[in-house]
């Protein structure tokens, strides 16, 4: 029996669920514009830049969750769902080009390749989902015309300067973020019933779970690159292998337990969503939100680790905010995520959190380098905090 769709839309079957390597290939685009992002960060680290950067986090993590649903619901490995994933690269790729002076000369450029790649995929997914007479093509309508007003602001802010960039801009990611929160409500076709009807939730459990190492993939390249061009200064083995540590305390509290209770809440919400036994937001909040403190934690903590191998002996306020505010983001996210899978609340990261955030009096006493160890010792702590606390759980059960 043919496919639904003419092969169009993702079975639901247990091969399907598994990420398929035209997604992991579309993946290699956000390799590049995540090292775009930190080496910007690095050269020019203050308050305004910050500002910037997580507008920048806000767009990247907008383009690939979305581009992640509409896989969600097509055959990746159709031949026309290939084709717009190989389109949707080479507009990542100007975008990563043009990200380091976004806010100048090329801003145009970097909003013409992100309106490209968000109205391609809105329109694509239309037009496939009607086809294949999904119920999801409703919804996809709304998803369009939605876009097509925060691309429009994109391009406008790409024509514009200064504030005035900036402010169309933000209104822009707020309407790509607000859109479905409210089910992309529009006059007249009123709002989308569930836009996650139909999500499969572990193919959409591992894709976040392989952005995650995605971004802790970039701190090692951009760590591992700082370093060797700094490698005859006495303090660069040490920092590096602190750092290296810190890559993998992350990796262990993201994956070691949060990722697998994330992915089992996930599937949990799909079936109440098949079920029609509630409208489902778990996933939206499981996916689209605890995970942007995650990723912007990993790339503040490789910018803060940059700042760690260069200026071992320095100290700043804004190096201290990037050294300890990175593994803070992530805590937040990661317990966030945790929280909302059904966990209790992780005490661990709290604690963590804590020490981080008071840590922040001392900073004038402190360098670097000194900065960059004690962070890597409170994720050390809050690992063997919940290593342990799991086990003594697994004992009493």
């Known amino acids: 029996m043919p496919a639904p769709g003419g092969g169009l839309l993702r079975q639901d ?5 598994k990420a398929s390597f035209p997604e992991l290939f579309f993946d290699l685009v956000f390799v590049f514009a995540l090292i775009q992002l930190s080496e910007t960060l690095a050269k020019d680290f203050s308050v305004s830049i910050a500002a910037e950067a ?57 909003a013409g390749a992100y309106a490209a790649l968000q109205m391609t995929r809105s329109v694509f997914a239309l037009v496939a989902l009607r086809r294949a007479g ?27 300067d200064g504030q005035t960039r900036i402010t169309l801009w933000a209104i822009a990611l707020l309407i790509e973020y607000l859109a479905p929160v409210i089910r992309y409500w529009l006059p007249g076709l009123g709002r989308g019933t569930r836009e996650e009807t139909g999500i499969n939730g572990e193919h959409l459990a591992e894709r976040a779970a392989l952005f995650v190492i ?6 090692i390249l ?12 006495t303090t660069t083995l040490p920092v590096l292998i602190c750092a290296f540590v810190n890559t993998v305390l992350m990796w262990w509290l993201y994956f070691h337990d949060g990722q697998q209770q994330a992915a089992e809440k996930a599937e949990e919400a799909e079936d109440e969503a098949v079920s029609d036994k509630k409208p489902v937001g778990t996933v939206r909040t499981l996916f689209a939100y605890t995970h942007l ?26 190096h201290a905010a990037a050294i300890l505010g990175g593994p803070a983001l992530f805590l937040i996210g990661v317990g966030w995520m945790k929280l909302s899978a059904g966990a209790a609340l992780p005490y661990s990261h709290a604690a963590g ?45």
């Open 293 to 318: 403190p995650i990723v912007a934690g990993i790339i503040l903590t490789a910018v803060g680790e940059d700042f760690a191998l260069s200026h071992a002996h320095a100290m700043t306020p804004a």
């Open 134 to 160: 999904s119920e999801q093509a409703g919804t996809f309508l709304r998803v369009t015309l939605w876009t097509a007003a925060s691309a429009a602001l994109w391009l406008a802010g790409g024509l514009a």
């Open 13 to 17: 079957d247990r091969k399907s669920s």
């Open 214 to 219: 995605i971004a802790l993939g970039e701190t």
């Open 54 to 110: 997580l507008l920048f986090i806000l767009a990247l993590w907008s383009v690939w969750i979305h581009t992640t649903w509409v896989t969600n619901l097509l055959n990746a490995e159709h031949e026309s769902v290939r084709l717009l994933l190989f389109a949707l690269m080479l507009c990542g790729i100007l975008l990563a080009i043009a990200l380091p002076e976004a806010f100048g000369e090329k801003g145009l450029l970097f």
């Open 353 to 397: 959190l804590a020490l981080l955030a008071l840590s922040g009096g001392a900073i004038s006493l402190a360098s670097n380098m000194g900065l960059q160890f004690f962070a890597t010792a409170v994720l050390f702590g809050v690992c063997l905090w919940e290593y342990r606390a799991l086990n003594r759980a697994k004992a009493v059960a």
């Open 222 to 233: 951009t760590t591992g690159k700082n370093a060797s061009e700094r490698f005859d200064e």
